[in-house]
């Protein structure tokens, strides 16, 4: 008797082959065409030739995908084929293969191009034919301009051509519809705005061209008003290591980057974005296919070939200048958009909204010959747990009080850590846990968020350069020690949930540097958030102490 190990009998087996992340994560965006089908049995093979395949292998098993290898794959024959790489041995599996764009559409070169004859990035001809046949079944186009890209590629266009639409932006615009919830989940707040850098691999890529941008806005864009997200190509990760591309960005991600791995869920850095900088990637495309803001902080022409849509995209979109005001030029971006032209970028690149996965089932249960199940195919809205996004320990703070408003103070936070030399009404505020030992030794002030017994004592001797130390006491209060063994309490009003502590605190060195005043009400701003903070205590007046600028 022959043993059977299988529970549920699928009639017919699909192979999906990847080769790198993002072929993985093109595939991932199609698998909802086989949801809820017991008839449909999916194995997953890597074919391990790519430089970006470092830890695919290991994710694919780690996430319960039943992975065979590709000796074993080249060997048993398929009643369908997915890939999303258009590597020259795909003529080695047996069944009929439909071959994804391993981006948004067909718009760059192959880095494996000869000089002399320059073949696009996923219509390469050695893995459209081989020996005079053709290898795939079908060749998933985003759109019908690209029909004619196809042609020039292979005889067969016309025969092959599945003009589908675009899975990843269906599935981008599916999770738009929640994109409050996902701006909430990335630690957004709403009167915050998000600046997302996407950028692809290579040396002209965004992150190639300008590695410290990240830094660099967290830098000069006011902390209470800005949020900041890094979105990078897999290969990115993969070919330099996530240990490294963290270790270059560790003062940002400090500062309180959003980096969002190729694991993780980096399509929110899109769909939650105020504003995107980014390059000839398809990240960037995606954009305009959502019509949010967009600057380019890089671009290679030379990777684009002329007359695509990309190519478009790099003519018309304005460029992010390295040497010019980051904040006012996003603040004009923001405040001058171009629905419009991106409207019209998108649509040069994708077709069919909503219909990718329609289109990609249907043809692929034909050469399933099997029936389409009732039910209709949709984007998967599901997203990884994101990461716990580090904040700021410790503040550079300006601050102004406007002639036309004595009672009212407005603060200017930068993160200490990126901070450059500013003007004189401003202070140094950090937490008990900055991990710089620098930036403690020079704060005016220093807070906690867990006082214990004798915490204050025990850190105004330590740090004897520090005028005052906070501590909460109750809800809306805190409790003050100033150097000079005075005392104070600050009692904060506020309807702002996304108020912190060190406003208030930042709110009495205003009344300091300002009045030089220990006691009295003043109205705290900080980008939208307003707050009324007291300070109550009896003591005589102090001086500020002249070492307090940082």
């Known amino acids: 008797m022959t043993v059977s190990w299988s529970t549920v009998p699928a009639a017919r087996q699909v192979l999906a082959v990847t080769r790198t992340w993002t072929s993985l994560d093109r595939i991932r965006d199609v698998l909802p065409i086989f949801a809820d089908d017991p008839r449909v049995q999916v194995v997953f093979t890597v074919d391990q030739g790519s430089v970006f395949s470092v830890g695919l292998l290991e994710h694919l098993h780690g996430v319960g995908m039943r992975v065979i290898s590709w000796e074993e794959a080249i060997t048993r024959e398929f009643d369908a084929i997915l890939a999303a790489s258009d ?26 191009s000869a000089d002399d004859r320059r073949e696009l990035s996923g219509l390469t001809g050695s893995a459209l034919r081989h020996n ?14 690209q029909l004619d890209l196809l042609r020039a590629a292979t005889p067969d266009a016309d025969a092959l051509a599945l003009i589908a639409g675009d899975p990843c932006m269906d599935r981008l615009r599916a999770l738009s519809r929640n994109r409050d919830r996902h701006r909430a989940a990335l630690g957004v707040e709403p009167h915050q705005r998000l ?41 990115v990760w993969t070919f330099h290591g996530s240990w490294q591309v963290r270790h270059w960005l560790t003062r940002a991600t400090d500062a309180g980057l959003i980096l969002l791995s190729p694991a993780g869920p980096w399509h929110l850095g899109l769909v939650a974005a105020d504003a995107v900088l980014g390059d000839h990637g398809s990240l960037s495309a995606y954009t305009s296919g959502l019509r949010h803001p967009l600057l380019l902080a890089a671009f290679d022409e030379s990777q684009v070939p002329p007359g695509t849509a990309m190519a478009s995209l790099g003519q018309k979109i304005p460029r992010l200048e390295r040497h010019r005001s980051l904040g006012e030029q996003i603040q004009h971006a923001l405040d001058n958009p171009n629905p419009a032209l991106l409207a019209d970028l998108g649509e040069q690149v994708f077709s069919h909204h909503g219909e990718a996965l329609v289109r990609i089932r249907r043809r692929t249960y034909e050469l399933l010959a099997l029936p389409e199940p009732p039910h209709l195919p949709a984007p ?18 300006e601050t102004e009080v406007a002639p036309d408003e004595p009672e009212t103070v407005y603060l200017h936070r930068i993160p200490a850590r990126l901070a450059h030399p500013g003007p004189t009404h401003r202070h140094l505020l950090a937490y008990d846990d900055e991990p ?42 805190l409790s003050v020690w100033f150097h000079d063994g005075a005392r104070a309490e600050i009692t904060t009003t506020t309807d702002n949930a996304a108020w912190d502590n060190a406003l208030s605190v930042s709110g009495l060195y205003a009344l300091l540097s300002h009045r030089n005043r220990r006691t009295g009400e003043i109205v705290v701003r900080a980008g939208l958030l307003s707050g009324s903070v007291v300070v109550t205590g009896q003591f005589s007046e102090p001086r500020l102490p002249a070492g307090d600028l940082f």
Request: contains cysteine; glycine residues 8%; aromatic residues 6%.
């Open 195 to 235: 600046i997302t850098v996407t950028s692809t691999w290579g040396p002209e890529s965004a992150l190639g061209r300008w590695p410290t941008l990240p830094a660099d806005l967290l830098a000069e864009l006011e902390h209470d008003r800005y949020r900041v997200a890094a979105v990078l190509h897999p290969n």
């Open 380 to 397: 998967s809205t599901v997203v990884p747990e994101i990461p716990a996004r580090r904040r700021p320990r410790s503040f550079q703070v």
């Open 132 to 145: 005079g046949r053709t290898v795939p079944a079908s060749v998933a186009l985003s759109h019908p301009n």
């Open 436 to 477: 710089d030992e620098t930036i403690l030794q020079n704060a005016g002030a220093i807070l906690t968020d867990d006082p214990r017994e004798d915490w204050a004592a025990t850190t105004l001797a330590r740090y004897p350069g520090c005028l005052l130390v906070a501590a909460p006491s109750g809800t809306g209060t």
């Open 87 to 112: 590597h020259s041995d795909l003529h080695l599996l047996r069944g009929p293969l439909v071959l994804l764009p391993h981006g948004a559409g067909y718009q760059k070169y192959t880095v494996h």
